[in-house]
């Protein structure tokens, strides 16, 4: 059989593959805490399926804060006496719905409250910026912004 009768079979697996791996990113990217702010403080939009999440922040100064909230986005309130003008990073952990199986299960004594399985991990890293003593979107990052 020539090769030329196999391109539009090869042609549609192609296309239903790239459908299919646009798909579970489009899912995966919609079900991502999207970070938001306004001047005195940080949370995240889009926070479905996720629990049990702790947001750490390191200060332009070292200073770490830790906020957890076991449902619901954490909030970074930002104390506008201490806040100091730079970047500040953070680390967002939380667990989502869908669960994996414990490979090396062991047995800690928890008896029938012991599971099989576990919460998958959701893990994210970003930072925002402090000017002036408010949290602000720089210039290089606000949408629709022209320079003349």
Same mark, same amino acid.
């Given at each position: 059989?020539? #090769?030329?009768?196999?391109?539009?079979? +090869?042609?549609?697996?192609?296309?239903?593959?790239?459908?299919? *791996?646009?798909?579970?990113?489009?899912?995966?990217? /919609?079900?991502?805490?999207?970070?938001?702010?306004?001047?005195?403080?940080?949370? #995240?939009?889009?926070?479905?399926? *996720?629990?049990?999440?702790? *947001?750490?922040?390191?200060?332009?100064?070292?200073? @770490?804060?830790?906020?957890? =909230?076991?449902?619901?986005?954490?909030?970074?309130?930002?104390?506008? =006496?201490?806040?100091?003008?730079?970047?500040?990073?953070?680390?967002?952990?939380?667990?989502?719905?869908?669960?994996? =199986? @414990?490979?090396?299960?062991?047995?800690?004594?928890?008896?029938? /409250?012991?599971?099989?399985?576990?919460? +998958?991990? #959701?893990?994210?890293?970003?930072? #925002?910026?402090?000017?002036?003593? =408010?949290?602000?979107?720089?210039?290089?990052?606000?949408?629709?912004?022209?320079?003349?």
């Amino acid at each position: 059989m020539p #090769f030329s009768s196999f391109r539009p079979a +090869v042609r549609r697996c192609c296309l239903a593959a790239g459908l299919s *791996l646009g798909l579970a990113a489009a899912a995966a990217a /919609a079900t991502d805490p999207v970070q938001q702010h306004n001047s005195s403080a940080v949370w #995240f939009e889009n926070w479905t399926g *996720l629990s049990n999440a702790t *947001l750490v922040v390191v200060a332009p100064n070292g200073k @770490i804060t830790e906020i957890y =909230a076991a449902s619901g986005t954490p909030v970074f309130e930002l104390d506008r =006496a201490e806040a100091q003008d730079g970047v500040y990073r953070y680390e967002l952990r939380a667990a989502t719905e869908e669960r994996e =199986a @414990i490979i090396n299960p062991s047995d800690d004594g928890r008896g029938e /409250a012991q599971r099989d399985s576990t919460a +998958v991990p #959701f893990y994210a890293t970003g930072h #925002f910026v402090v000017e002036r003593g =408010a949290i602000i979107t720089p210039k290089d990052e606000q949408e629709g912004s022209s320079d003349g």
